[in-house]
């Protein structure tokens, strides 16, 4: 008996992305101006905080690990925080106040006005990562929503918002990851002052 396993082929999926990215240039406007606000907030000695789940905290994580670190050029390491990497946090807040608190109580304690909340939600619809939005809006945080689809509940409640015109969330996810490159170019370009040893 045959197991031969069926894929669906290379060159769909790249048409389709092809077709989201397509739809998506509308929205440089929308995705420079957030740029330029984390660029901002990195200059004026401000930090970013990140969110998600699954998938949309491996995006989260991925933007904040190149600002510590280093994207492609010699800079200053740039203040940035994963609020989804810290398991001992995510299971006492989880714990103690329920999951949908996980990331506002780590921007009540580490947010300051001025820094810059960016949550990953391809629904829009996460509880959490609403919760950490509304959490950032009482502090005087920015707030960027990263997301697809109709952009959900979290339409309309941020500073900022990337909604990539996708209803599948590979697709949503792989534009994510080409604005965050776009962003980390832009912010390794800038001058930043030579770090002290």
């Not at 998600?52 to 994580?61: Q, T």
């Amino acid at each position: 008996m045959s197991h031969e396993l069926k894929i669906r082929p290379l060159a769909a999926d790249v048409d389709d992305l092809r077709g989201v990215l397509a739809l998506f240039t509308g929205q440089a406007t929308q995705v420079d101006a957030a740029g330029a606000a984390l660029l901002a907030s990195l200059q004026a000695g401000g930090k970013l905080l990140t969110c998600g789940n699954g998938g949309s905290a491996a995006d989260a994580l991925h933007l904040a690990e190149e600002l510590v670190g280093r994207y492609c050029r010699e800079r200053p390491a740039l203040p940035a925080i994963c609020l989804a990497a810290d398991p001992t946090a995510l299971t006492c807040i989880g714990n103690d106040y329920g999951y949908e608190q996980v990331f506002a109580r780590g921007v009540e304690a580490l947010g300051r006005p001025g820094d810059v909340l960016i949550g990953f939600t391809t629904s829009g619809n996460s509880p959490n990562v609403l919760a950490a939005f509304a959490s950032a809006k009482r502090k005087g945080i920015i707030t960027v929503l990263m997301s697809g689809r109709d952009g959900g509940k979290a339409r309309g409640l941020c500073d900022h918002e990337i909604i990539v015109p996708s209803t599948t969330t590979a697709r949503i996810q792989e534009v994510h990851t080409f604005v965050l490159h776009h962003w980390l170019e832009a912010i390794d370009a800038h001058a930043w002052p030579t770090q002290c040893p």
